[in-house]
């Protein structure tokens, strides 16, 4: 069973930063393709990020874009999400979510695409 749990939430200052860490139970971490979700309330939860096997594609939503950044550390089993110029609308609970993908380098941005997810952290931003 593949185990993921985040940590790095919080409450923060418009404007400020947090970096979420979600770390990977999994002797194959590198065949997986990892993303981060988030889910406020009374709305659907939504890819955030998402990152391939080997790191080298990305995806960012246009609400994130130039603010937040996603990177992996397959050495650690472990996915980073750095995020800057915090916004009262980034408040949300964040989710990391794993996909095994044999084959190709690719990545996955539906929610039910994903096989595993993690327990989720708050981020608060507040105004």
């Known amino acids: 069973q593949v185990q993921l749990v985040e940590s790095g939430g919080g409450l923060v200052q418009a404007g400020g930063s947090l970096r979420l860490s979600c770390a990977v139970s999994?002797?194959?971490?590198?065949?997986?393709?990892m993303g981060w979700f988030r889910q406020a309330p009374g709305k659907e939860r939504e890819c955030v990020v998402a990152?391939?096997?080997?790191?080298?594609?990305?995806y960012y939503a246009d609400s994130v874009k130039g603010r937040i950044t996603i990177s992996r550390d397959n050495a650690k089993n472990t996915v980073y999400l750095q995020m800057n110029s915090l916004k009262p609308e980034d408040t949300a609970v964040y989710y990391c979510?794993?996909?095994?993908?044999?084959?190709?380098?690719?990545?996955?941005?539906?929610?039910?695409?994903?096989?595993?997810w993690g327990q989720g952290t708050q981020v608060t931003v507040s105004s």
């Open positions: 979510a794993a996909k095994l993908l044999l084959g190709a380098d690719s990545l996955r941005t539906r929610a039910t695409a994903y096989d595993y």
């Open positions: 999994t002797r194959s971490f590198n065949s997986y393709a």
């Open positions: 990152i391939s096997k080997s790191g080298g594609i990305t």
